[in-house]
């Protein structure tokens, strides 16, 4: 089914500006010491900027999903129970997707919700009917099933299970004005997504920092701010589901979870938002060096 989309033109030279700023300040941040306060009201501005603008007239990026290496909880509030889950992008040609523009799995081993019924028994759910979102550009998307749909088969919560080299295609919309042909999706599901799975699935220790960030963000409101027990528990819940970690990974995102977890006790900026943005950076780091090795992506 196309959809109707309402892009404009100045959107192209948006999406190329916020880009631009956001990698120069994770630059300044590594490089300059450019303090992590300076760095969370500077992405909250780019958001402003983001939001002011549609997204581009042509289809945005085809995205790698991440597997994961555990079973996603999928936090249920607001009508929606969704989980976050790192993703990066396959064609750097094409523009970065805009917060809440709609894709779908494709290839690889698929996604599966794993649902606890109410007498305690696992139900693995091969082909559930997902929301998939753009959440923060080629970074990461937002991944949920209505809490309708979970209390109409009687499960008291579900989690989500990506398998290994999966993609994620844009819906498609009338009215684009460079849709992906099939020969784009075939290259992004096929060597470019091999080659992903290479140097972005398979990359160790910041990938599975970037993971854990995102798990434990996922723990804390998805709107406003965790109240004080909830910030204060966050790293120690984000992880009961979670084992088998390198003790270095470990090391790793808990420094990065405590400079966010002090930069944000006060102020407009929130946990999730603050380690948001730090499982951004690392993602981007991989997204580099995976467009530096591709060709086609050059």
Not at 164 to 182: C, F, H, R, Y
Not at 229 to 239: D, E, P, V
Not at 244 to 256: E, G, M, S, T, Y
């Amino acid at each position: 089914m196309h959809r109707k989309s309402p892009y404009s033109d100045r959107s192209i030279r948006a999406n190329s500006f916020v880009r631009t700023k956001a990698r120069a300040i994770a630059r300044r941040l590594d490089k300059q010491g450019f303090s992590l306060n300076q760095f969370l009201v500077a992405m909250v501005l780019i958001s402003m900027v983001i939001l002011a603008f549609r997204p581009a007239a042509a289809a945005p990026q085809i995205l790698g999903l991440v597997a994961s290496a555990h079973p996603l909880p999928m936090k249920c509030e607001n009508g929606l129970c969704a989980t976050e889950a790192s993703v990066f992008c396959l064609q750097k040609w094409r523009s970065s997707p805009t917060a809440g523009m709609p894709y779908n799995a494709a290839g690889g081993e698929g996604l599966q919700i794993i649902a606890l019924t109410e007498d305690g028994k696992e139900v693995i759910v091969p082909e559930p009917v997902l929301k998939i979102t753009a959440l923060r550009g080629h970074s990461a998307v937002q991944i949920g099933v209505d809490v309708d749909w979970l209390y109409e088969r009687n499960y008291k919560s579900v989690a989500l299970k990506i398998g290994q080299k999966v993609s994620l295609i844009p819906e498609a919309w009338a009215g684009d004005t460079n849709p992906l042909s099939n020969k784009d999706v075939e290259m992004a599901l096929g060597p470019l997504r091999d080659l992903g799975h290479k140097l972005v699935d398979t990359a160790g220790r910041n990938v599975a920092t970037a993971q854990i960030l995102a798990h434990i963000g996922g723990k804390l409101p998805r709107l406003g701010r965790a109240h004080d027990q909830a910030r204060n528990i966050a790293w120690k819940s984000g992880l009961d589901d979670i084992s088998n970690v390198d003790p270095k990974v470990l090391k790793k995102a808990k420094r990065k979870f405590d400079r966010c977890h002090d930069v944000t006790f006060g102020g407009m900026t929130s946990l999730r938002q603050c380690l948001g943005a730090q499982h951004d950076i690392l993602m981007g780091k991989l997204n580099a060096r995976y467009w530096s090795a591709n060709e086609y992506g050059m």
